[in-house]
């Protein structure tokens, strides 16, 4: 991490903001992404801001509806002067705000990965992996961490309320095969489920020995004392945004494999990570280390990336599109793939994952955070 130097003459403050689900089910798994935002943004602020300039940051809670999303998108930048979207946690209402930002040209930089328009606008930078790549970085993830056994027997469970979850479930068929896995069961359930019973029964009956959960946090914890209680024991998977702490506290969740496009909370022999904990525990009162929150870290950090070197005055949107387009072969000191951004040009897609562990309360990176790429 970059700070300002100290600053003889501090410029004008450049608002940003985060809009997405702040509360409920999604908020569960997405929303120490923009806490983690808030705690990076204090932290800047108290060593000079962004080239001189002090950060706002905005956050505001859509509810999951995407009208409430366009609403309080527009409302942050026509009331608010916003001029940046730093790591947007949208998963169920993003669709909402898409069109005003690309009809903008206003930078939305990071999510939580749920998006695949984030590869249709030049203005849209993603963090790493998102939308369709990101399930194919989970699925790949789960290629290398599973043995020969487990890949043979492979099922899915996602939920029926999110777009995010039906992908796995539709890429699932085509994404196993070319990775190596076989599909023995494609299953679906309800976030409002007391129970996942008869999803277990299935897998169980289907051979599944690997069984990735695409759940709310509540619902994987839920997912496990079913399969648990009929003395069904696969090993679990599931993706970063939707683990949580205390998941190390669920019997039922032991073993259980994160996969994630960005570095784990867990790997602090990577300096940057280190930086995150140390950050988080001075500025972040009240944050999670999981894995939305390091995400949110990898967003800002990009941000960073692009904004250091902004000139005095007022910050428009149209300057800090200009310096993330600025961006090449930048992997953010190992946080996620090399990242590049050109000018007009939609953002490439970049595959890359890593992994972490839970064993017997404790979650960990098996390999030191290694990251793996897609060639």
Not at 52 to 75: M, R, W
Not at 279 to 298: H, R
């Amino acid at each position: 991490m970059t700070a300002s130097p100290s600053c003889s003459y501090p410029q004008p403050t450049i608002t940003i903001g985060s809009v997405g689900e702040q509360s409920g089910i999604a908020g569960a798994a997405v929303a120490d992404g923009p806490r983690a935002v808030a705690a990076w943004v204090a932290y800047i602020n108290a060593h000079g801001g962004v080239a001189c300039h002090p950060l706002k940051y905005i956050v505001a809670d859509d509810g999951g509806s995407p009208a409430e999303n366009e609403a309080l998108t527009e409302q942050l930048v026509d009331q608010d002067h916003v001029v940046a979207f730093v790591q947007n946690d949208a998963p169920l209402a993003a669709v909402g705000s898409e069109s005003f930002l690309a009809s903008q040209d206003i930078p939305v930089i990071g999510s939580e990965g749920a998006e695949q328009f984030y590869y249709d606008h030049p203005n849209f930078f993603p963090e790493s992996a998102s939308g369709n790549a990101l399930v194919y970085s989970v699925f790949a993830g789960m290629a290398q961490a599973l043995t020969p056994s487990q890949r043979a027997h492979v099922g899915v469970l996602s939920c029926i309320e999110a777009a995010e979850c039906s992908v796995y479930g539709q890429q699932a068929p085509a994404d196993t095969k070319e990775l190596g896995l076989t599909l023995a069961y494609n299953g679906t359930g309800s976030l409002s489920s007391p129970n996942f019973t008869a999803q277990c029964q299935a897998a169980r009956s289907a051979g599944v020995t690997a069984f990735l959960l695409v759940l709310d946090p509540d619902s994987i914890h839920r997912a496990a004392s079913s399969c648990a209680g009929i003395d069904y024991h696969p090993q679990l998977v599931t993706a970063g945004q939707t683990t949580t702490p205390d998941m190390s506290s669920d019997p039922n969740l032991n073993g259980l494999d994160t996969e994630l496009g960005y570095a784990p909370w867990t790997a602090t022999n990577i300096p940057e990570v280190a930086t995150f904990q140390q950050v988080m525990s001075e500025y972040g009162a009240g944050v999670q280390l999981d894995g939305s929150s390091i995400q949110g870290w990898v967003s800002a950090q990009m941000f960073l990336a692009g904004t250091s070197k902004l000139p005095a005055g007022n910050v428009s949107s149209a300057q800090i599109l200009a310096g993330m387009d600025s961006i090449k072969n930048n992997d953010l000191g190992g946080l996620t793939n090399a990242l590049t951004f050109t000018a007009g040009q939609d953002a490439p897609v970049g595959i890359c994952w890593f992994e972490v562990k839970l064993d017997h309360g404790s979650f960990s990176s098996p390999n030191d955070g290694l990251r793996t790429c897609q060639a």
